[in-house]
C-alpha cells in the first residue's frame, strides 16, 4: 500500500500464478474507501484453494500466462458518509457476494482455458490439428470445455508434481497475502474509526457550539432584559426615594410650624394667664378695699347708732321733764325740731350703708364668679358622630398610606391638585369681592339690584367651593400627617366641625367626600398591590428562568449537575430545640443563616424535606436514558454522617421510600422493554465497597470468602481498580454478573447489601461505615447497523464525613472514621484541584478518588446530591458540604458516547477470540 502525491491512498497488488505473473489489480479510493477492494480481492481466496486442488486436474505446463483474463477491480466510486455517523444505512460489505461472484466467474474462465490449453495439448499428443487461434476452434471453445470433462487426460508425473508443488506454494504466499490483508484491513478500519470518531466529534462539537451559542445569544437578550428592568425599578426607586425625602422634608418643615404654633400658643396663654392673675389681684385689691370701706361704713353705722341710741335716751329725759313743765311748750318744740334734725343724717347713713352692702355683694359675686371660672373644667363640649368618624378614617387612610408607597404618592398627587384648585378658588373669590367692592365704590348698587344679587350669589358660590377646597386639605393633611384633628383645639378642625355640623345635609356631605376618598384609595390601593403581585410574581419567574437557562448552559458546557437535598428535621434535632438553619429560597436557591448573616448557594435543584424519593428521581431519570445510550454516568451522594445519603440512594430499610438505586434498576428494564424491537441488550453489574481504604466485591459474602479455597496459581484474590483506553473506570477482579430483569438485579442488590458493613453512631443508628458502589453496565446491539453501544451507570453511596466527637466513635468504629474521613479528604483535594484547574489532580491519594477519576473531571455524566441536615447544631457541617458542592459544580465533565460499529465490534471479537487461540470462521471476518 502506497500513498500517492495526491494524498490519496492507491493499493495494487499482483496476482500470481504457477509461479508468474498473471495480473496486476489496481484500485484508487479516497481515503478512507480502499477497504472495499481490498475486502473483494481478499474473497478469491478460497475459490484459489478449491479450483486449483481439484483432484486429476494437474496442470500440464507452468509456463503458460493467463495474460488475457479479465481481472482488474472496479474503481471504487462510493461517495458515501463515513459508517460511524451513518451505519444505519451503510454496510461496507455489502457488495463482498458480488465481488465473490465476480471472481468466481474469472476462475471459471481460467479453469475454462486451462482445459482449453490442455485438450489442445491432449490433441497435440494424438495427433490432431490444432490451431488455437483460428475463430473456429474459439467459438467452439465452451463446448469443447464442456466434451474435455469426458475426456481422461494424462500429465507426466514430474509435470504434474511439479505443478502441484507451485501450486502448492501460490497457495502459501496467497495466504500469507491474504493474512497480510487482514491486518491491513484491521489498521485500515482503526484507521477510518478513528477518523469517523474525529469527523463526528467535530460535528457534535460544532452543533453544541452552535446550540452553545443560540443559548448564549438567548442568555444575553433575556440578560438585556433583566438588565433594562432592573434600570427601570432602579429608576421609581430612585424616584419614591426622592419622594421619599421630600415628604420628610414636609413632615419635618410641618413639625417645625406645629411647634412654632405650640410656643406661640403656650406664650399667648401664659400671657392670658398673666392678665387673669393682673385683673385677679385687682380684683382682689378692690375686694380689700371694699371690705375697708365696710368696715369703715360698720363703724360709721356703729357710732351712728350710739348717737341713736344717745338720743332717743336724750328724748326719753325730755319727755319725762315735758310732764312737769307743760307750761314750758317753746322748749319741746324746739326738741322736736333737734329731734328732726338729728334724723335727717341717719337716714343718709342708712342708704349710703345700703349703697355700700349692694357695691360689696357685687363685687364678692364677681370675685366668686371669676375664682369658680378659674377652678372649674372646661365643660366638654359633645361629640358630633362626624368628630368621632373624622379621626377613625383618617388613621385608617394613613395606615394605608403609609404600608403602600403608591398610595402615598397618590395622597401628594390630590394634595397638589387640592392645593391649586384651593389657590385657584381663592384668587377667583378674591377677584369677585374685589369687583363688587369696585361696583359698591361707584354707587350704582341702586342702579344695578339684579347684577349685585347675581354677584352675591356667585360670591357665596365660589365661598362654598372655597370651604370645599379648604375641608378637602385639612383631610387630606390630616390623612398624610396621621394627626388627628382635636376638635375642641384646633381652630381648623373647630372650623371643619363648624362646616361639617352646619347641618345635616352637609355633614354627610362631608363624611361622604372623605369616605368616597377612602374608597377610592383602598380601589386604587388595591389595584396597586395587584401590580406589585405581578410584577414580584414576573420578576421571581424571570429569575427562575434566568437560572434555569444558566444551569442548561452549564449542562451543555459539561458541567456536573448539583442537586442539594435538606432532610426534614431528626428527633434528636427535634428534641435539642429544632432550631432551622436552612431554607429554601427557590427552585434553585438556598440560605443558610450563620452567625455572620445569611449566605446563599446556587444548584441546578433545591429539594427540601417535603420532596418525595419520586420528585428526586423525576431529575435523575434523563441520566438512566443516557447511561443506556452509551454513556458514563455517575449518580452519587455526598454529606455529612446522618444526612441522607443512603436514604437518598438506596430509600428507607422497608423499602416503602425507595431510593435511586432500585428506581434506576426498574427504569433500565424498562427503557430496554421499550426498546427491546430495535436493540438486543445485555445488563450486567459488579457492587463493592470501599471498606477501611480496601476494595470489597460484595457479590462475594466476607463468610463465603473466607471458606472458599484459594485460586489455583496460589494468589488471594484482589479487587483493583483500573482505567481502559477510553478513560471508563472498572473493577478488575470483581465479580460481574449478568441480570435480565429489575427483580433479577433488585435481588443482586439486596445481596450485595447484606454483606455491607454498617453499624449504629450517635448520630445515625445505621451509619454507612463504608463506600458503597453499585456498577451497571448496559451494552446493547443495534439490530438494524449492528453498532455496538457500551455504558456505564455508576451508583455511589459515600460514607458520611464524621466528628469522633459528635458520633462517639470509640476502638474499630474510630478507625472505620478515620478511613471514612481520610478518603473524603482526599475527594475534597480532587475537588478543590478540579474546580482551581490545577495542571495536576491527586487522583492517586486514594482508592476513592480512583473510583471517582472517570466521575469527576473524566468522561461522565456525573450527578452530585448533596445532602445536608435543617438544623441549626448541625451548621457547621452543612456550611462545609455546600461549600463542596459548590465547588463541584464548577468541574467540567466531557462526556462521550461509547459506540462501536458491527464490523469493528466484529473485529474485536474476532481478536478477541483469536488471542485466546480460539479458531475464526472465515465468514466472521
Ligand atoms: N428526606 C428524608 N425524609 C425522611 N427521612 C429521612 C430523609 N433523609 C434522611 N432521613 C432519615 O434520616 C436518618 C439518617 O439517614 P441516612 O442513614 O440516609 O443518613 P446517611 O447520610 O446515609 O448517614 P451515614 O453517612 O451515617 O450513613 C434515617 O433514619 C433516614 O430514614
Known sequence: MYMNSSGAESGSYSLTFLGKKVGRHHAVAPAGKQRAWETTNRSTCPEDLELSSRPGRAPVSASHVLEDLPGSVPELKDERPCPIIHNTQFDPYEDRPAAVRHHKTLWMKRWAAFRRWIGADHRKHTGQDVNPGSSESQLSDSSEADRSQDVKIYIPYESAERCINQIAEDMGALKRKHLEKVHELEENFQLTARRNQEWTVQRLRSHH???????????DVYQDKVEKRNADWERRVEALNTRNEQLLEEQRSERRRSKEEALQWHREKSKMLELFSTRLDVLHSHQASTLQELQM??????????????????????????????NNGLSAQQQTVACNDSEQPLEGAKARLEELKESLYQREREITELLEAQRSPVPPVPQSPCSVLLPTVIHKAQALCSAVPEARALLDLMIEENRAALVEARDKLDREQMAREDSISKEDKANDQEGFAESESSMSLLQETVRGYEVSYLALDCIKTGESPIINECDTVAELEDILGQGTIRTTEGVKSVGQQLLLLQDQLKQVKDEKKKIIDNYTSERTMRKKYYNMVEDMKGKIRVCCRIRPLSRTEDAQGGAIAVEKIDDFSVSVDTPRGPREFQFNKVFTAEASQEDLFQDTNRLIQSAIDGYNVCIFAYGQTGSGK???????????????????????????????????FKVSAYMLELYNDRLQDLFVSPAGEANAQPPSHGQVRR?????????????QGAETKEASSAQELYTLFLQACANRHISATKMNVESSRSHLIVCIMVESRNRTNGSVSTGKLSLVDLAGSERAAKTGAKDHQLKEANSINKSLSALGDV??????????????????????????????????????????????????????????????NNAQRHVESKEIAQLKEVIIRLRSGQTVEDEDV
Open 646 to 680: 443512603t436514604f437518598t440512594m438506596v430509600g428507607d430499610k422497608d423499602q416503602k421510600n425507595p431510593g435511586i438505586m432500585p428506581r434506576s434498576f426498574n427504569a433500565i428494564f424498562d427503557i430496554i422493554r421499550e426498546n427491546s424491537t430495535k436493540f438486543d
Open 719 to 731: 479487587v483493583e481498580i483500573k482505567r481502559n483506553r477510553k478513560g471508563v473506570v472498572f473493577a
Open 209 to 219: 457550539q452552535n446550540k452553545l451559542n443560540i443559548l448564549r445569544r438567548i442568555l
Open 297 to 326: 361704713a360698720r363703724q360709721e353705722v356703729g357710732k351712728i347708732q350710739d348717737m341713736l341710741m344717745a338720743s332717743s335716751q336724750e328724748q326719753q329725759e325730755a319727755a319725762e321733764e315735758g310732764e312737769s313743765t307743760e
Open 831 to 892: 475537588i478543590s484541584a478540579l474546580s482551581a484547574e490545577l495542571p495536576h489532580v491527586p487522583y492517586r491519594n486514594s482508592k476513592l478518588t480512583q473510583v471517582m477519576q472517570d466521575s469527576l473531571g473524566g468522561n461522565a455524566k456525573t450527578l452530585m446530591i448533596v445532602n445536608i441536615s435543617p438544623s441549626e447544631c448541625n451548621l457547621e457541617e452543612t456550611l462545609t458540604s455546600l461549600v463542596y458542592a459548590t465547588r463541584v459544580k464548577a468541574i467540567t
